[in-house]
């Protein structure tokens, strides 16, 4: 991790105090509550998760934007939605994006969510940013393929509160664990 | 209880349109989305519903008056109509597109027409269901919080 550690030694020469520098690269931080009794079925949006999350939200459908848009936005997320594969590109830039998830729709004309899924991994790391895909047909091969891409979740539509909410909270705690 | 007798005529009107099959928990899915910041957010989304299908429709249409079918591009059409549909909780429109889709993957072009006009008639019969029970609630007001008598 590019760091250093030193021991200050007292006159008898024994460790009188130790310092340690590591060096990380500031991210926006993605604060997690873990609760330690489980989860509890009824309580699918716990805010101190989604508050601040900042997602960018990519459907050609205006009719689902709208939807997902809300649902997330009662979540507490920050969202930013765009229309097109190419758009989502763009908004997420080769350089760091202030985007912790994109929810892509599978599905689009031009360019579908599994090419922008696929140029996204290229140039970024598997992680960052998370990804997060919709689909009204989520089948076995699906879900595979979207593995292989690097896709770090699958929503299938209509989507629900509880349904986008439960996978992300997924995606999210199995990033913080990498 | 609602005391309000529009509110309660309202709470009539929604839970027929349950009870008959018109919508599903989808339409919860969006009344609950619905808040003091959108207070007409069904509203608006039903109404971007049948602004943005209209289009669809009329592709499907016009589709169907050309010979041979193109099966692939119908069932691409209401593949696109039915997630619209779905979204909403159109219950009776969307099990209709479900069997038209299965009428293409069958190349059965009777079925799809019949179908095809079905829909037609449920989508129809959804417009104006809730377009009446829009208007009674724009009228019914925002719901008052219930307050004890002192």
Known sequence: MHGNIWVVQNPQGSAQSMALVIRFQLRPSVSITINELGESSDQPCSNSLFKGLQVLLADDDDLNRAVTRKLLEKLGCSVSAVTSGFECLTSIGPASSPFQIVILELQMPELDGFEVAMRIRKFRSRNWPLIVAMTASADDDTWERCSQIGINGVIRKPVLLQGIAIELRKVLMQANKV | MERNPMRRQLAIMRQSLFDQGHVDEQFV??????????????????????????????????????????????????????????????????????????????????????????????????????????????????????????
């Open chain 2, 29 to 150: 899915q969006l009344e609950e989305l619905q808040d003091d910041a959108n207070p007409n957010f069904v509203e608006e989304v039903v109404t971007l519903y049948y602004r943005d299908s209209a289009r669809i429709i009329l592709n499907i249409e016009q589709a169907l008056e050309r010979k041979p079918f193109d099966f692939r591009k119908l069932d691409a059409y209401m593949h696109q109509f039915k997630g619209s549909s779905s979204s909403i909780g159109a219950k009776k429109v969307k099990a209709e597109s479900t069997l038209f889709r299965e009428y293409c993957k069958s190349g059965n072009g009777e079925g799809c027409m019949r179908s095809f006009q079905q829909l037609k008639k449920e989508y129809a019969t959804l417009r104006k269901k809730l377009g009446t029970y829009f208007q009674l609630a724009r009228q019914a007001g925002p719901v008052e919080t219930a307050s004890r008598p002192k």
